[in-house]
């Protein structure tokens, strides 16, 4: 099993910044990928970003350009930094930890 726990959401207005992070736990694999999916009201969940514990890393082509995954693998911990934030980003943003964890969620709203 692994534990997700995240941080970092919040309301923002459109043009800013937010730094989201989730740190895993438990048992840790020596070859995973952590990643942030994102679900809005009445959408289906989609992949923002991810991220291979080697650092290979895939961007849907939404937040190209605006968001960043990194991670720090000492500390088993994934984060995704969003600028220049548009309202159609608002949604719930989920850590994801192969092959099947995910954490509880964490709300994102950017106003107009």
């Known amino acids: 099993q692994v534990q997700l726990v995240e941080s970092g959401g919040g309301l923002v207005q459109a043009g800013g910044s937010l730094r989201l992070s989730c740190t895993a736990s438990?048992?840790?694999?020596?070859?995973?990928?952590m990643a942030w999916h994102r679900q809005a009201p009445g959408k289906q969940r989609e992949l923002v970003a991810s991220?291979?514990?080697?650092?290979?890393?895939y961007y849907a082509d939404s937040v190209k350009g605006r968001f960043t995954i990194s991670r720090d693998n000492a500390k088993n911990t994934v984060y995704l930094q969003m600028n220049s934030l548009k309202t159609e980003d608002t949604a719930a943003y989920y850590c994801?930890?192969?092959?099947?964890?995910w954490g509880q969620g964490t709300q994102v709203t950017v106003s107009s």
């Open positions: 994801f930890y192969t092959p099947r964890f």
């Open positions: 438990g048992s840790i694999f020596s070859f995973d990928v």
């Open positions: 991220i291979s514990r080697g650092g290979s890393i």
